[in-house]
């Protein structure tokens, strides 16, 4: 400001009493018309515009809160300072939630989301406008896709100072209306040539992303990026593994990290392989077969046809033609021999002596025991068929089972139908379980391993075997098991045992049958444990806290009562799944004598796959069932870690069956001791 000597010595009183009395500005008389219009051209250009500026942003702000488009205005290094109510609405963040945050904070922490902010903060650096496509979610963790048009505010010398963005949430439906009506087509225009970005590919990434909101995993895995927003960077990092885990699909399946395995592991990693696994090769079998298959690329050298016959016709696993019903007589004339009646009156203890029975039997075990049970539930009253229509239906699976396998015949289906019924009769299940859950569960345990070729699902797929191909490698023996078992059933009324039942009574019954014969496949052991023990114990937690109690009706008077929660189709369908697979691999909790049998049995059938296996030149699923080398104890000690354990730990807090618990436990004590001798045995020789 200019001002000459003699008014800059004069003594300038205070400008403070005058604004205090009202005044917000102090005008210096001044008789020179030039310096007055200065003075009001100065007064225009800046206090004037200054108010007029402040007072036209009330109304933009006035109009902030009422319009339809989410508005965010952030710093320049992308803080939020501002959101209209619109914002709220669209994310379900409140602005005092809001302000403050990163700009960035509401996005999916995907694969792609650095990606897209790097684009866009380098236009905006720019001072260029950026339009695109945002995958955020809501404050309740559900997933939105927004689009997102993004202004840089510069300030005067270019700086810029602010960011203005305006979102656009759009769910699947409304990408796809909008697409096919062309209005986002025209949006999507202006973003790929300002971008670059392919049209396709956005468009098809909203789609994915909108698409998955249904699913319950990715409303899990929202729910976890929303609890990992105010979480310390700890937390944030356990739960990024979590969902790095969450995103495989294979989530039940244990892995074992091949070169993690120690030699005592091998049994272990041979069980993984051989019984859970459809793979042509196995864990650390990997090098072993490219080391095979290199011996083979060079007998071709020496020309030597290398080719081995994955090709199936010369795999006789499967019997072509199936047997027919027995002529058998007819059920009046079923007279049980009394040595054979004295073994069946403890058919409904967990001791009773199924190897026994097969003796007695001649090894028809499976016919007899099947009669016992199938009447002691008013199997054939439930059916409505005849005692006669029962002993053919036993009869005819019966007979299509192998007697020559060590395991796999029909004394291991009886005794996994003894198992089934013994379950059944404890209160717990009573009270969970309608009849026709009974029912269905003894039919299923009857048919669960027909024409079994005692070979493994590994086995069969290596072979390229016909029903390896049939069922695409995928559960291939419970599928034959279990179709099988259908048609041998309905092929003839002599023995359908189903033929009096309503349709839809039938396809009810069929379905429970399927469902739980597919469960035996050790394929998916952890995951029918795993969602067992999620939903089932939950609910017992409730009958233990004394609420959401009701009563079964079919157990003992204090027993009976049950949590509502158990009762229900899906979780009715979980205790049937752990049913049929505790009764399957049951041996190991049986008497001594009947658990060492049915080791001997398993070790000799996986022997004599190795040997085939070798024979033929296949890979060697389970190299440690080497005749030579073997050691049961191990094998059992291994089996029973790995997979029965757990599984007798939970069922055991479910279904109150100590008696065969104990069994378990002293066997295991048992296999250990043996274990230790045969170690001891091994190094005295060396
Ligand atoms: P399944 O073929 O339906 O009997 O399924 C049960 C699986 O567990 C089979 O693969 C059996 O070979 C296996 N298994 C049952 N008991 C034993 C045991 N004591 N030792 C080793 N494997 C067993
Ligand atoms: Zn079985």
């Not at 019903?325 to 040595?339: E, L, M, Y």
């Not at 967990?350 to 090894?363: G, H, M, R, S």
């Not at 027909?450 to 291939?476: I, K, Q």
């Not at 017992?540 to 008077?557: E, L, V, W």
Request: aromatic share 8%; charged share 25%; glycine share 4%.
């Amino acid at each position: 400001m200019a001002a000459d000597h003699s008014q800059a010595d004069k003594e300038e009183p205070s400008i403070l009493p005058l604004l205090n009395a009202g005044f917000n500005r102090r005008y210096t008389e001044n008789t020179n018309t030039g310096a007055c219009l200065n003075e009001l051209i100065q007064l225009e250009h800046g206090e004037v515009r200054l108010q007029c500026k402040l007072r036209s942003s009330t109304a933009t702000f006035t109009a902030l809160d009422s319009v339809s488009d989410a508005v965010e205005i952030s710093s320049s290094d992308h803080e939020i300072q501002y959101v209209n109510p619109a914002f709220e609405r669209l994310t379900g963040y409140t602005s005092e939630e809001i302000l403050g945050k990163s700009t960035d904070s509401l996005m999916k922490s995907d694969g792609n989301k650095q990606e897209i902010l790097d684009m866009m903060y380098s236009q905006l650096r720019k001072g260029k406008i950026w339009e695109g496509t945002f995958y955020t979610r809501r404050k309740n963790g559900e997933a939105l896709v927004q689009n997102v048009y993004v202004t840089p505010v510069t300030e005067y010398g270019g700086k810029v100072k602010h960011h203005i963005f305006v979102r656009r949430g759009t769910s699947y439906n409304q990408t796809v209306a909008l697409s096919e009506s062309g209005q986002l087509e025209r949006y999507k225009d202006g973003i790929d040539l300002q971008n670059g970005v392919v049209l396709n590919r956005r468009q098809s990434m909203a789609r994915i992303h909108s698409m998955t909101i249904e699913a319950p995993i990715t409303k899990v895995i929202n729910i976890i990026n929303a609890a990992q927003e105010n979480s310390p960077i700890t937390v944030v990092q356990a739960l990024d593994r979590v969902l790095e885990i969450l995103r495989t699909t294979e989530l039940y399946s244990p892995q074992l990290n091949p070169l993690q395995v120690k030699e005592e592991d091998q049994i272990t990693s041979d069980y993984v392989g051989g019984l859970m696994s459809n793979a042509l090769l196995v864990l650390s079998r990997d090098k072993e077969f490219r080391e095979q298959s290199q011996i083979a690329a060079f007998d071709s050298n020496q020309g030597i046809n290398p080719k081995r016959k994955f090709s199936g016709s010369d795999v006789t696993l499967s019997k072509v033609t199936h047997h027919h019903i027995p002529s058998t007589s007819p059920a009046s004339q079923h007279r049980v021999p009394p040595h054979i009646e004295a073994i069946l009156e403890n058919s409904s203890l967990w001791d009773f002596n199924i190897v026994e029975l097969e003796k007695a039997t001649n090894k028809r075990p499976l016919m007899y025991l099947g009669m016992s049970i199938f009447q002691r539930f008013g199997v054939p009253e439930f059916l409505g068929v005849s005692e006669g229509v029962i002993l053919n239906w036993l009869q005819l699976i019966e007979a299509n089972y192998h007697s020559a396998n060590p395991y796999h015949n029909s004394s291991h289906a009886a005794d996994v139908l003894h198992a089934t019924a013994f379950f059944l009769e404890k209160d717990r299940l009573k009270a969970c379980l309608e009849i026709s859950d009974e029912i269905a569960a003894i039919i299923a345990a009857v048919v669960h391993d027909v024409d079994h070729p005692g070979r493994t699902n590994s086995f069969l797929c290596n072979a390229g075997s016909d029903l390896a191909v049939l069922y695409n490698d995928v559960a291939v023996l419970e599928s034959h098991h279990s179709a099988l078992a259908f048609q041998l059933t309905t092929r003839d009324d002599r023995c359908n045992i189903f033929k009096e039942l309503e349709r839809d009574d039938y396809r009810q019954i069929r379905q429970t049958i399927i469902d739980m014969v597919l469960a035996t496949e050790m394929v998916r052991h952890f995951e029918h444990l795993s969602k067992f023990v999620n939903s089932i114990k939950p609910a017992m937690k409730d009958i233990d806290d004394g609420s959401s109690m009701h009563s079964g009706g079919r157990g003992t008077p204090d027993s009976s009562s049950t949590s509502a929660a158990l009762t229900t189709p899906e979780n009715r369908m979980l205790i049937k799944r752990m049913l049929i697979k505790c009764a399957d691999i049951s041996n190991p909790a049986r008497p001594l004598n009947l658990c060492i049998e049915w080791a001997n049995r398993i070790a000799q059938e996986y022997c004599s796959q190795t040997d085939e296996e070798k024979r033929r030149g296949l890979p060697v699923v389970m190299p440690v069932f080497e005749r030579n080398t073997l050691c049961v104890s191990k094998s059992q000690v291994s089996f029973i870690d790995y997979f029965v354990v757990d599984m007798f730990d939970a069922w055991e807090t479910f279904a109150d069956c100590s008696e065969v618990t104990t069994h378990l436990q002293n066997n295991y004590k048992y296999w250990k001791q043996e274990e230790e001798k045969d170690r001891r045995g091994k190094s005295e020789k060396k």
